[in-house]
T-cell receptor
Framework: GDSVTQTEGQVTVSESKSLIINCTYS????????LFWYVRYPGEGLQLLLK???AGQKGSSRGFEATYNKETTSFHLQKASVQESDSAVYYC??????????WGSGTKLIIKP | GGIITQTPKFLIGQEGQKLTLKCQQN?????MYWYRQDSGKGLRLIYY???????QKGDLSEGYDASREKKSSFSLTVTSAQKNEMAVFLC??????????????FGPGTRLTVL
């Protein structure tokens, strides 16, 4: 089946430092899945952060970037300089052959002032 | 913009009890979803519906029923609550998917506790 593995648990980063949250995927149902990052800010519902539907392309939003790497089956989320407002839980997801989303377990980002 | 409302926010039930969770959306989206999220885990699809009166099973449908009474509402029934079902249930909606995977919009969730 299809699966998504992302950085487990929580990540703590000092304000203005760089961030990477790893995401790798495995798929047997679809050769070129669409890839997504969703985010849940404290007190809010899950919302789409960015998506990439073409291998080799980069998506970006709110200073975050992720590149769809077909060779390494990865879609890591990066930001050059984090802010306190980036504190949230981040989820990587894959679109499978049934047009449904397969989700990673989520990574909680904590920003140290 | 629109909003997704889930009721109740917290649901406490007894083991073996039948429990119903409700979801309303005013986006006028075609497709609605129910997910379950256990603590520290990703979301797992229970049911989805691509139009009124349509129901499609997800990977986790056993032990649940769903009903799409009208375009704007989608309810989920836990047919017999079990202690290992304590989780957050998330409702989502989107325009009809397809190859472009329409963005899903989520409600705030219902937290289920089974005593």
């Amino acid at each position: 089946g299809d699966s998504v593995t992302q950085t487990e648990g929580q990540v703590t980063v000092s304000e203005s430092k760089s961030l990477i949250i790893n995401c790798t995927y495995s798929t047997t149902s679809i050769a070129y899945p669409n890839l997504f990052w969703y985010v849940r800010y404290p007190g809010e519902g899950l919302q789409l952060l960015l998506k990439v539907i073409t291998a080799g392309q980069k998506g970006s939003s709110r200073g975050f970037e992720a590149t769809y790497n077909k060779e390494t089956t990865s879609f890591h989320l990066q930001k050059a300089s984090v802010q306190e407002s980036d504190s949230a839980v981040y989820y990587c997801a894959l679109g499978d052959s049934n047009y449904q989303l397969i989700w990673g377990s989520g990574t909680k980002l904590i920003i140290k002032p | 913009g629109g909003i997704i409302t889930q009721t109740p926010k917290f649901l406490i039930g007894q083991e073996g009890q039948k429990l119903t969770l409700k979801c309303q959306q005013n986006f006028n989206h075609d497709t609605m979803y129910w997910y379950r999220q256990d603590s520290g885990k990703g979301l797992r699809l229970i049911y989805y519906s691509i139009t009124e009166n349509d129901l499609q099973k997800g990977d986790l449908s056993e032990g649940y029923d769903a009903s799409r009474e009208k375009k704007s509402s989608f309810s989920l029934t836990v047919t017999s609550a079990q202690k290992n079902e304590m989780a957050v249930f998330l409702c989502a909606s989107s325009w009809t998917g397809g190859r472009d995977y329409a963005e899903q919009f989520f409600g705030p969730g219902t937290r289920l506790t089974v005593l």
